[in-house]
């Protein structure tokens, strides 16, 4: 049984940082794609950004390139995203996501597991 689980959300400032972790119980994490999702009210989850299993390539929606960064400790079983310069319209809850051999894609249905999300509000 696959558990993600992410931590770091809050409320913060417009320009402010917030860095969230994923923990995920997998004995063969580093066989694991990670990627990052978020959903704001309404709206369909959209792709924020990926690391593949051998941490060579990472992936950024262009939203978001140059302010958000995506690492992985595999001694931890943990990605992270490391989030600069927020903007209001950053404001949803963050979800992070585990793809087994995975290219990184930004689709979502190619992800298998889920964890349950971390809500990031932005205030101008």
């Known amino acids: 049984q696959v558990q993600l689980v992410e931590s770091g959300g809050g409320l913060v400032q417009a320009g402010e940082s917030l860095r969230l972790s994923c923990a995920a119980s997998i004995s063969t994490f580093t066989y694991y794609t990670m990627g990052w999702f978020r959903q704001a009210p309404e709206k369909e989850r959209e792709f924020v950004t990926s690391?593949?299993?051998?941490?060579?390539?990472?992936r950024y929606a262009d939203s978001v390139k140059g302010r958000f960064t995506i690492s992985r400790d595999n001694a931890k079983n943990t990605v992270y995203l490391q989030m600069n310069s927020l903007k209001p319209e950053d404001t949803a809850v963050y979800y992070c996501?585990?793809?087994?051999w995975g290219a990184g894609t930004t689709s979502p249905r190619t992800y298998e597991y889920w964890g349950q999300g971390t809500q990031v509000t932005v205030s101008s």
């Open positions: 690391i593949t299993w051998s941490g060579g390539s990472t």
């Open positions: 996501a585990a793809d087994k």
